[in-house]
């Protein structure tokens, strides 16, 4: 009886908050994490803080390069806190060589790098915004069907020299495909001549994560609007600095390039 009584007081004694905290997503180079904690809470990713919606919910990802363990802070509204330590999963990606390439396939001409600058840094500020609304809630599906042509993190060495690594996953289809919303969001650019990436549209889903779509043909959305998951938004093409029709979709948390593919699992019907 003495034994039971003192359960009841320990169990009593317990704050509020014990397990108010989970985390579910990938924990890999290039995964997004999906948490949930009390309202009110504050979440820290290593020195990063990280939004918290009004009902508990925040996210966060790992970059291709991410350090084997990060930790993860709470403090809750009571005062109290949890310290995690999560381990992150190496990756080993696809390198690919090629030589005897003109140069002009491998570097662009100095008279364009002036744009080139121009439109990195307009989308790096885009990604800067922590919208406070979470849409990612309604979940990710895949914004085009196709044969899947490129993963995430794989890289090329164009006659000996490294270019970036791959940041997207790519699709190839038939030009003119759908190209729809993979999740809610809102419109923040939407652009039909950009150097690298020609039709352009990103989404914001909130909390830091955007997406980014490729080499469209028809761009069919503009700044501002709100779309919903499975909304068209334009269609597969091959403008820009491409080789054929595919659409090269990306995700970033803020400047965190994390990998679309790992949201959305096989391609359906297509053996993906």
């Given at each position: ?160 020299e490294p270019k970036r690594p791959h940041f997207g996953v790519d699709v190839a ?100």
């Amino acid at each position: 009886m003495r034994l039971s009584t003192f359960l009841l007081a320990l169990l009593a004694a317990l704050p509020a908050w014990a397990g108010a905290l989970e985390l579910d997503g990938n924990f890999t180079q290039g995964g997004l994490v999906f948490g949930t904690t009390e309202p009110g809470a504050e979440v820290f990713l290593g020195d990063r803080e990280v939004r918290v919606s009004a009902d508990g919910r925040f996210l966060f990802g790992f970059g291709r390069e991410a350090p084997a363990e990060v930790t993860l802070h709470v403090r809750f509204p009571d005062g109290s806190t949890e310290k995690r330590t999560l381990r992150v999963e190496k990756r080993t990606y696809k390198i690919q060589r090629i030589d005897g390439l003109a140069r002009k396939m491998v570097s662009p001409p100095e008279s364009e790098w002036p744009r080139i600058q121009a439109e990195n840094a307009r989308i790096a500020k885009l990604r800067e915004v922590d919208r406070a609304e979470a849409l990612f809630k309604s979940g990710f599906q895949w914004p085009a069907k196709g044969r899947i042509s490129g993963v995430y993190g794989s890289q090329r060495i164009l006659n000996g020299e490294p270019k970036r690594p791959h940041f997207g996953v790519d699709v190839a289809a038939p030009v003119g495909t759908p190209i729809r919303a993979p999740a809610d969001g809102v419109v923040v650019l939407a652009e039909t001549g950009m150097y690298y990436t020609g039709g352009t549209v990103i989404l914001d889903h909130g909390h830091g994560l955007t997406s980014a779509f490729l080499h469209m043909k028809d761009v069919r959305v503009t700044p501002g609007v709100r779309v919903r998951q499975g909304e068209m938004i334009g269609t597969l093409g091959a403008t820009g600095r491409v080789t054929g029709p595919h659409l090269d979709w990306r995700m970033n948390w803020f400047d965190q390039r994390v990998d679309p593919q790992l949201l959305v699992g096989p391609m359906p019907g297509a053996g993906g």
